[in-house]
């Protein structure tokens, strides 16, 4: 089997892992399930050859498990900053900075953010995500992205619905 295939089937496995993990509405829920995703997302870039996108997604595995644990400001602080560094190291092109703005992002998001705010900056630096798929061709990538995008929107829609819920209730 060649790296591409064994890349390319690791991008679908992190894509199916992302339709469940970007469904739930409890952010630890969200969180534990983001670590199987960025595992599967770090060997596929790997394979992939991408330096990259390899590196951002061993560090999102990381931040994401130390992120359950701790919610330091410094501790999000000194993960975008190593995010900076490594980027900075590593860029050949200009597509090289999109994995790096997007982890920088998602760092924000589960250190700064909760409910709705960390799923909009979610969305965001899947956007980032997206075009740096796009362009590596990865197609787990690219529908991985897609789903983050549409399930944060529909999720975004159900935490809402839910504070009316909760606002009528209370009235």
Known sequence: MSFEI???AFGIFAFLVAIYSFTHKNDFKLK???IVMFSFQTAHFFFLGSATGTIANALNF?????SIRSTHGYVGASFILLNIAWGASNV?????????FGACIGTYAIFYASGI??????ICGA?????NNIYLGSIGGVLLEITVIIANGLTIFRL????IKESEASS
């Open 160 to 163: 809402k619905k839910d504070a």
């Open 6 to 8: 064994l890349g390319q």
């Open 92 to 100: 050949n092109g200009v597509i090289d900075v999109f994995p790096i």
């Open 32 to 34: 534990v399930s983001l």
């Open 62 to 66: 990381f931040r994401t498990i130390i």
């Open 117 to 122: 705010k960390m799923r909009k900056l979610f």
């Open 127 to 131: 956007v980032f995500w997206l075009t």
